[in-house]
């Protein structure tokens, strides 16, 4: 299930005007910058993202981190910021 899901994310990426991804996993949703793996520099199965605010659903609490690897696998949903319907 991983694999489908790592191919999928840098499939669209190629299709979308944005770099920026929001990634929701059991309990939070990840934002930041996907690492563009034209340079090989990507890992089978990780998506590695740059510039990373993780937001905890339940308690609201966000963290910051200059680099993130999300194991493919615990990936419930994604979608890029230019998906987004601002309120």
Known sequence: MGEK?????????????????HIFVEGSE???ILLDCQDNKCISDVVTLQDVTTKCKHTGTEKHYRWLN?????????TFQCCLIED
Do not use: L, T
Not at 5 to 21: L, M
Not at 70 to 78: E, G, N, Q, T, V
């Open 5 to 21: 899901v790592y191919e999928a994310i840098y499939k669209i990426a190629k299709n979308v005007e944005s770099d920026v991804i």
């Open 30 to 32: 990840i934002s930041g």
């Open 70 to 78: 999300i194991p493919a696998h615990k990936i419930i949903a994604f």
